[in-house]
């Protein structure tokens, strides 16, 4: 029996470009899997599944006012998190491609890690670690 896995998230952005390019640009081996366009209660809205043949992130434009802050107490998503296997290779490509780190995360023995935003929409952390062990990687001190 397959044991269950996050499959999917459903984001809705501003910029749709602009999530694409940065979800591309850190997750390279990644696709846009669909897209379309519906009517999302009234409004046309673009849509698009980002990810592989196991996991996808689905992208909504049309996205309005101010998301609930990374700081704040406010309900909501915080972020959401990658594994890369180069924290400092995807930071750079990040850089080149015109986002900038928001903050370097904290260092553990196994995992390193650093977040960016995506506009003021969504801010995403990005996770190397240098075990392939479950214990070492999911150490907290």
């Known amino acids: 029996m397959e044991q269950a896995y996050l499959e999917h998230a459903n984001i809705t952005v501003s910029d749709l470009n602009r999530a694409v390019h940065f979800i591309l640009t850190a997750i390279p081996h990644w696709k846009i899997r669909g ?3 519906m009517d999302w209660f009234g409004a046309e809205i673009d849509w698009l599944h980002i990810g592989d043949d196991f996991a996808y992130i689905a992208l909504q434009s049309g996205g309005i006012g101010e998301a609930p802050g990374w700081k704040t107490h406010l309900v909501g998503v915080k972020h959401l998190g990658f594994v890369v296997q180069s924290l400092a ?3 750079q490509a990040l850089e080149a491609a015109g986002f900038s780190l928001d903050h370097d995360g904290g260092t553990a023995a196994h995992r390193d890690s650093a977040y960016f935003m995506l506009g003021e929409d969504i801010q995403f952390e990005l996770v190397e670690y240098s075990s392939d062990q479950p214990a070492q990687r999911n150490e907290y001190a």
Do not use: F, P, V
Request: charged residues 50%; hydrophobic residues 0%.
């Open 89 to 91: 290779q995807t930071k």
């Open 35 to 37: 897209k379309g366009k």
